[in-house]
């Protein structure tokens, strides 16, 4: 674990040591990310918004997600970078990686969460999702494939 800047405010910290204990274990999450494992994460109705994707009201949703795009890139992995606890949360920036294709792509992120009793009730990503976008329109073979999990998205709904 990357240990960061934090920002308390001790009146309205949920629990001590929630915001340490959540990081840890998004850490280890996303070093080999699994859909089944999210319910250690998130809340069953968590709020979850984020670029290219349109907001998801619930941890079984982002697990239709995940697994859709874990299928067209199953390595991806995420790499802490730092952290910071704030008054009802984390802010937490760090690093998604993966191969589509053959073709590598990195993409820095910054998520907004929000917690209650240790777990995500609302997470807002912040990205430039402008180096998975090339990744994909530069690899033909990945076209379908793409099309077919935005499609299985909005069936999902």
Not at 19 to 43: C, I, K, Q, Y
Not at 63 to 86: F, I, K, N, Y
Not at 148 to 157: K, N
């Amino acid at each position: 674990m990357t240990d960061g800047p934090t920002t308390t405010d001790a009146t309205s910290t949920p629990t001590a040591g929630a915001a340490s204990d959540f990081v840890v274990r998004f850490e280890a999450f996303w070093a080999g990310p699994d859909p089944d494992a999210l319910g250690g994460l998130l809340h069953p109705n968590a709020h979850l918004k984020q670029p290219l994707r349109p907001e998801m009201h619930s941890s079984a949703a982002y697990a239709e997600e995940l697994t859709r795009l874990l299928r067209l890139c199953p390595d991806l992995a995420g790499h802490l970078l730092w952290w910071a606890e704030v008054h009802d949360g984390v802010v937490i920036e760090h690093t998604l990686s993966g191969t589509i294709a053959g073709k590598r792509f990195d993409l820095q992120v910054l998520d907004r969460i929000t917690l209650r009793d240790g777990k995500v009730v609302e997470r807002i990503a912040y990205f430039d999702p402008s180096p998975l976008i090339l990744t994909i329109a530069t690899r033909p073979t990945v076209w379908l494939p793409y099309l077919r999990m935005q499609l299985g998205r909005r069936s999902a709904g």
